[in-house]
């Protein structure tokens, strides 16, 4: 049964909210693997990873640095260099954090690399979403997969041109300077270029709208869906009535 649209977003977005308000490492680890595996099978492994190891791994080192430095409740001190102490508990404290942070990317980039921008389009317009912000919206929630293959394309143009790219992280960031420029570049006419077609298409008329693109909408799917938003916001309830637990 294929998911509809609303239904992944439902999905990703609860997960992402459950798997931070519960705090436990265990269970962030768990959806991380989970929504890796089914980037293997959907096929968007190789795109989708490296989108979340650029947001995951500066956030996690961050993390750790900072938490293992400066952890006030830090008991265990492996290191120290004046005011700054390196312990145990902040390097643990910092470790579920980024494990945390890596579950909630990692399930929000499985539904951007997977979801159908235009079955997203037209099952928020159907919802009473006005065009052009239905339009907005699911650029903005697939605007990560569509910079990486930006990015993808420019790169093959530059090697087409001569440009070599060695292996190595260090090459890579080097050859990413020389792709900012045309990437932003890309970007800025893209959106000019789709504005003029949102225009033309008469997303900003008022009075009613149709469509010729129906997505399919089970009862049981929006039944899932309710589920999923009343578990996400039990979580997070939970998580402020009782702040401590999971911890």
């Known amino acids: ?26 269970l962030s680890v768990a959806v991380g693997a989970t929504a890796v595996g089914l980037s293997v099978v959907a096929g968007t492994a190789r795109r989708m990873l490296p989108a979340a190891a650029a947001v995951v791994i500066p956030l996690g080192v961050s993390l750790l640095l900072l938490h293992g430095l400066f952890f006030p409740e830090g008991a265990t001190v492996l290191a120290s260099w004046g005011p700054a102490r390196v312990t145990a508990e902040g390097l643990q404290f910092g470790a579920e954090r980024t494990a945390q942070l890596s579950a909630a990317v990692l399930a929000m980039l499985l539904f951007s690399f997977s979801v159908s921008v235009p079955d997203l389009v037209a099952a928020l317009s159907s919802r009473g979403v006005k065009g052009r912000f239905a339009f907005v919206l699911a650029s903005t929630l697939t605007l990560v997969p569509a910079i990486s293959a930006r990015v993808q394309r420019i790169r093959q143009a530059q090697e087409a041109r001569g440009l070599l790219i060695r292996r190595g992280w260090a090459h890579r960031v080097a050859a990413f300077r020389l792709q900012a420029v045309p990437l932003v570049l890309s970007l800025v006419d893209d959106a000019g270029t789709r504005a003029q077609a949102l225009e033309a298409r008469g997303f900003s008329s008022p009075g009613p709208r149709t469509s010729y693109r129906e997505v399919p909408d089970p009862p049981l799917q929006r039944v899932l869906r309710l589920v999923l938003l009343l578990a996400a916001a039990a979580a997070v309830a939970a998580r402020l009535v009782f702040p401590t637990a999971g911890a």
């Not at 992402?16 to 705090?23: D, E, N, P, V, Y």
């Open 1 to 26: 049964m294929r998911l509809h649209p609303l239904t992944a977003l439902a999905a990703a977005g609860s997960t992402a909210l459950i798997t931070t308000a519960a705090a436990c490492w265990p």
